[in-house]
């Protein structure tokens, strides 16, 4: 079900897209078929319409009307912004009609952006449900989370939190707008239809992550926080280690904080989830952008999960997610 709704700009470049509006015949057709289709918006007008591109059409243009731009559940106003930010952008839409051409010769082909996404609601995040992995892409970044799509320009929200174990600062230490990604519906309130996310989930256990290292090995972490008893740098993102502080070296190591540095594994014990670190030599240059995701567990093959364990057998503390 979810090939059918995808995050926007997942179809605009897709062979079927192009074939569905590369000629009127075809568009006529999409429109009997009921396809969601994709098109990249040109400009908003001064009544807030979006124009929508079709390469292949000279003479042809889209208009997806404001009051089929932005699906909203009953008794919610549309957002003006909702619009607006959607310019230079994939949008889905429905194909509603096809007009005669004018006196100039062009033909404008009627859309709804709305109706796309009020069957994407009622078909595909009607049926979501904690612990199914999907799909999604990064609109925009805040300090508390990621707001994702996951189907039509449906937003979710990723709180920052539950990103990665390891702990981070800023989304955009793990993310950044447009990304693809895999998650996990952490929680649906059917009432509001608000969906919260999680991705921590599907990036590796403790031991799945510490089976990448081994004692006396020198390897490149990031350094994410310093406390009175250490320094935490996370080799993975959902891995950190502690490296001990010398004294005198407090100061330096707050100006590190989100720079990559240069650490000595000198031990790890899983019973404690512990890997013990020798900062060796850190860099002072910029800080590095977000680092690769590794899934552990991907939607194409694990679609859901009930229960998530973190924490290595035997270990003294438990970690993990249970989602039904």
């Not at 595909?124 to 989370?145: M, N």
């Not at 690769?292 to 999960?305: E, M, S």
Request: net charge neutral; hydrophobic share 40%.
């Amino acid at each position: 079900m979810e090939a059918n709704y995808l995050p926007e700009g997942q179809l605009l470049t897709s062979a079927a897209n192009r074939d569905a509006c590369s000629s009127l015949p075809m568009l006529e057709r999409a429109q009997a078929s009921g396809a969601i289709l994709e098109g990249t918006a040109l400009l908003c007008d001064s009544e807030l319409n979006l124009h929508i591109d079709f390469p292949a059409l000279p003479g042809v243009r889209g208009i997806i009307p404001r009051e089929e731009a932005v699906y909203t559940r009953p008794g919610e106003p549309v957002k003006d912004i909702a619009i607006l930010t959607r310019v230079g952008k994939a949008v889905c839409f429905k194909v509603q009609g096809i007009d005669t051409p004018d006196a100039e010769g062009l033909t404008t082909v009627r859309l709804s952006r709305r109706a796309a996404q009020a069957e994407c609601a009622a078909v595909y995040i009607a049926d979501l449900a904690p612990g199914d992995v999907v799909r999604g892409r990064v609109t925009h970044l805040e300090s508390f989370g990621a707001f994702v799509d996951i189907g039509c320009g449906l937003c979710s929200l990723l709180p920052v939190d539950a990103m990665s174990v390891s702990r981070i600062r800023h989304p955009r230490e793990r993310l950044y707008n447009g990304q693809l990604i895999w998650a996990v519906v952490r929680s649906v309130d059917r009432d509001s239809g608000r969906i919260v996310l999680t991705m921590r989930e599907l990036l590796g256990t403790w031991t799945e992550n510490a089976a990448r290292f081994e004692p006396g090995q020198t390897v490149a972490g990031i350094v994410r926080s310093v406390e009175e008893y250490g320094v935490f740098v996370e080799l993975a993102p959902n891995l950190a280690g502690l490296a001990e502080l010398r004294d005198g070296d407090r100061e330096m190591a707050q100006a590190l904080v989100g720079r990559t540095a240069a650490v000595f594994i000198k031990s790890i014990t899983p019973e404690r989830m512990k890997v013990k670190l020798v900062l060796i030599d850190a860099c002072r240059n910029e800080p590095l952008p977000a680092p690769r995701l590794d899934y552990f567990i991907r939607g194409d093959r694990v679609p859901h999960i009930d229960r998530w364990v973190y924490s290595p057998l035997g270990a003294k503390r438990f970690m993990g997610t249970t989602f039904s």
